[in-house]
C-alpha cells in the first residue's frame, strides 16, 4: 500500500508503506531507498 509522509515542513514523499515506528512516525520505500517521516492523515469525504 502506498503512504504519504512529511519530511521536514516543505517536503513530501510517496512510498511503499514498510512499517510504523513507536515515535508515530511511518517508513516507506522511494525508489529502493527507506524514507522516515509523519504520516499524512487522510480523511474520507463524506456523501449527503
Known amino acids: 500500500m502506498y503512504k504519504t509522509i512529511m519530511i521536514g515542513s516543505c517536503i513530501a514523499a510517496q512510498g511503499l508503506f514498510l512499517r510504523l515506528l513507536e515515535n508515530g ?12 517521516g509523519t504520516p499524512v492523515e487522510t ?4 456523501v449527503h
Not at 25 to 36: F, Y
Not at 43 to 46: D, F, R, V
Open 25 to 36: 512516525k511511518m517508513v516507506v520505500r522511494v525508489n529502493g531507498q527507506e524514507m522516515t
Open 43 to 46: 480523511y474520507q469525504k463524506t
